[in-house]
């Protein structure tokens, strides 16, 4: 897709979505055999349940159909959310895995591994998992300091209650 369709999609299409409450994550356009689909993902600080995406969807459609955006090729439109292991590369999706655990690539090399606690305008406070019966430790960095960043699934995680619980014991 070339930048200036890209940037056309985005100027269209970007007002619409934020007027639904959401965000413009990403717009892609692949070629899938004779047609084209465009993929639009939109997400909030609060989640995007399925009626809000359907009503996204709808509205990015109708405003699609009555504009030459995408030419007159066929193309299937695809409304959803960021994945379970969504990269983070804007500072809203930092704040929004708070608590969430989080694979980062350091700008010096290496990876850590650790749960965001606190994010603020110069980077985040984690606490890194303790090893073998260590306790955890916490360490800050700086935005300048990730290379990359990404959301871990965690599918045995205990939630605060059960944490809280088994502190008291």
């Not at 993902?41 to 349940?49: P, Q």
């Not at 193309?75 to 379970?84: K, M, Q, S």
Request: aromatic share 2%; proline share 2%; glycine share 6%.
């Amino acid at each position: 897709m070339s930048t200036t369709q890209s940037e056309r999609l985005r100027e269209l299409l970007e007002p619409l979505v934020t007027s639904q409450g959401l965000d413009l994550e990403e717009i892609t356009v692949e070629s899938v055999g004779r047609k084209r689909v465009l993929r639009v993902t939109v997400d909030s600080d609060t989640g995007a349940d399925l009626d809000r995406i359907a009503d996204v969807s709808r509205a990015l459609s109708a405003k699609l159909d009555e504009t030459d955006a995408m030419g007159d090729a066929t193309y299937d439109l695809e409304v959803g959310t960021p994945g379970a292991e969504r990269a983070l590369t804007e500072h809203r999706h930092y704040v929004r895995a708070t608590d969430r655990l989080v694979r980062f690539q350091l700008a010096e090399g290496g990876e850590l591994v650790a749960r965001i606690l606190e994010v603020d305008e110069d980077g985040v406070e984690v606490e890194v998992p303790g090893v073998k019966g260590r306790k955890a430790t916490a360490r800050r960095l700086a935005f300048p300091e990730i290379a990359k960043a990404r959301v871990q699934v965690e599918f045995n995680r205990k939630d605060k209650k059960d944490m809280k619980e088994e502190e008291e014991a």
